[in-house]
């Protein structure tokens, strides 16, 4: 028996299922060949360098699957390839999952491209944007603050409370959306003045531009009459969505690419990239031994980082059948079998887990 709180604790720690791996982590498992061999590098990485214009493209799969973990692998890969990109998780700072729309984004984007792009390009025209709407907006923004009298960074805050609002305050985001929303292709206009800007003072060795909005999959479907929340954001406001002027990918619902819209959303946008499960039975009900083989790698590589002198099937686990069946219960999928793992060494007071 091994008894260490401590141990238990960073063990447990090490299966933290809501934190996506950075790139070059080495906690990563590649399950390319048991996944269906869908490769993000080659299927959105190498159509972005040679396209000889923008492209926007969707990435999706089941919540949980490691999108957001490919997606950061992705952004390294880029930027080895001269490409800078713009990554961010729209849900953690901008959007509410639960009530999301296209204005929303659009804000959104414009609020993490002035943080990340402001040191290399004016701002300017998207301050005139915003100080034409400042009388409508100031009280959205809750600051009875005169525009023309802040500085730069103080502009630039107000924008970003705006933002903030719209995701924290329910009761003032349909108010922001009306004032906003019949001036979303003006913003565009001058987002993308912003990003001509940006993209001539590109630090050097970096040639293209490329922006990835993360867990936007992760919106809660709306209805409101016929449409829905993803048909007003993914198709009625795609030429929007298409429109800022660099290099795009966007996350959408995995229930968006098998809806009966599924057709429209290939015609707009090409075929959206779908990240598999790892496979652990075939199809008749047999375990797939390279794919539990994979899935167990994925356990292996967590606990080496926290005690590489313990044996996994032996002293981790208490034998390896058990190690076995917690794979096979996870069903190929990343998530639930962090979950699954944190929950049994949360149940355990000592180890081997039984």
Known sequence: M????????????????????PAGDPKYVDCQDVRGDADILQELG????????????????????????????????????????????????????????????????????????????????????????????????????????????????????????????????????????????????VLNEFLVDAKKNLPTGKTQLAVIVDNLDRMVLVKDGERTNYEEVFLDRSEQLQALDCHLIYTVPISMVYSTRATDLRDIYGDPQILPMIMVNTLKGDIYQPGLKKVKEVINKRVRQIAPELSLEKEIFDNPQTLDRLCLMSGGHVRNLLLLTQDAIGRTEELPVS
Not at 2 to 21: G, Q, R
Request: proline residues 4%; aromatic residues 10%.
């Open 2 to 21: 091994v008894n260490s709180t401590d141990l238990l604790a960073n063990l447990y720690n090490a299966f933290n299922p809501f934190e996506p791996l």
């Open 46 to 189: 190498n159509r972005m360098q040679l396209a000889n214009r923008n492209t926007c493209q969707l990435y999706s799969g089941h919540r949980g699957a490691g999108k957001s973990t490919e997606l950061l692998r992705l952004k390294k890969y880029l930027e080895n390839r001269q490409f800078y990109v713009v990554y961010f998780a729209a849900d953690q700072e901008d959007i509410d999952s639960e009530d999301a729309q296209y204005t929303d984004i659009l804000l959104a984007c414009t609020r993490r491209l002035l943080k990340d792009l402001k040191e290399i390009a004016s701002p300017d025209p998207i301050l005139n944007w915003l100080k034409s709407r400042w009388e409508d907006l100031k009280d959205l923004a809750q600051t009875p603050i005169e525009f023309e009298s802040l500085g730069v960074e103080a502009k630039l805050a107000q924008f970003a409370k705006l933002t903030a609002n719209l995701r924290a305050v329910p009761e003032l985001r349909h108010r922001i959306r009306q004032k906003i929303d019949p001036y979303t292709v003006t913003l565009i206009q």
